[in-house]
């Protein structure tokens, strides 16, 4: 069982910058892929990125490749979202997950954070 909290949500202006951190707890932290997605009003979970258990493998959605990068800190059984350019496109509830792989779709992945919000204005 893992439980999983986020936390770095706010209102930003278009180009700036918001750093998303995703706490887990439980066990065997570092044999979970993790992945970050967003869900917009009256939209569908988006996939953001994913990184596997050690890190060394990290894949990011067309839409903002370039922009986002996700890491983790295994000994603080830690995810961060460093988001870079926001665009008012990118106003969404952010999502923790965290699954037995890395990957891009929401059923890879078994448990989910409560999420935070991100604003972007224009």
């Known amino acids: 069982q893992v439980q999983l909290v986020e936390s770095g949500g706010g209102l930003v202006q278009a180009g700036g910058s918001l750093r998303l951190s995703c706490a887990a707890s439980?066990?065997?932290?570092?044999?979970?892929?993790m992945g970050w997605f967003r869900q917009a009003p009256g939209k569908e979970r988006e996939f953001v990125a994913t990184?596997?258990?050690?890190?060394?493998?990290?894949y990011y959605a067309d839409s903002v490749k370039g922009r986002f990068t996700i890491s983790r800190d295994n000994a603080k059984n830690m995810v961060y979202l460093q988001m870079n350019s926001l665009k008012p496109e990118d106003t969404a509830v952010y999502l923790c997950?965290?699954?037995?792989?890395?990957?891009?779709?929401?059923?890879?992945?078994?448990?989910w954070g409560q999420g935070t919000q991100v604003t972007v204005s224009s």
């Open positions: 990184i596997s258990g050690s890190g060394a493998i990290t």
């Open positions: 997950a965290a699954g037995p792989s890395y990957g891009s779709t929401p059923d890879r992945f078994h448990y």
């Open positions: 439980g066990r065997g932290f570092r044999a979970y892929g």
